[in-house]
């Protein structure tokens, strides 16, 4: 399935990660630099992260009221299930780390250079592939500014 790639404005928005890991702090510091309101919930951090609230503890249902986009990263199929239940009851636009075919948006490899923004996703079959364009992307970027 193709994706319409969509940017918006998030400045201000609240997004709630479940999730402290690797890839949940990776996404929590891409949207704290688009101005994003972020919430993780875990009873861990892998590091810390300034610029989020971390509610310490495990996913309840409760933690998504409000959020204007939830990204689930939880090393818990079951907690991810859980989360993408509630997003749904919610409306709330879905990312399921572990499951690309469970999400309502993927999460792009952002490449950013002077005055320019591009993301970059796959189909979720060569990551390696999709690193390597946002690499190249990354580099013309930087060559541009």
Do not use: W
Not at 20 to 37: D, N, P, W, Y
Not at 62 to 85: M, Y
């Amino acid at each position: 399935m193709n994706r319409f790639p969509l940017f918006i404005d998030l400045t201000g928005k609240p997004v709630t990660i479940v999730g402290g890991g690797k890839i949940g702090l990776r996404r929590a510091e891409v949207l704290l630099r688009f101005g994003a309101r972020v919430t993780v919930v875990s009873p861990t951090l892998d590091h810390p992260l300034e610029g989020i609230i971390h509610r310490s503890r495990p996913y309840e249902a409760g933690d998504l009221e409000g959020a204007f986009l939830a990204i689930s990263a939880a090393d818990s199929a079951a907690v991810n299930s859980a989360v993408e239940a509630e997003a749904r009851r919610l409306g709330i636009l879905f990312n399921r780390a572990d499951d690309q075919r469970r999400c309502d948006f993927f999460f792009p490899a952002v490449c950013e250079g002077e005055g320019l923004i591009a993301g970059v996703v796959g189909d979720g079959r060569d990551h390696h592939k999709t690193a390597e364009a946002a690499r190249r992307i990354r580099k013309t970027l930087e060559e541009l500014s």
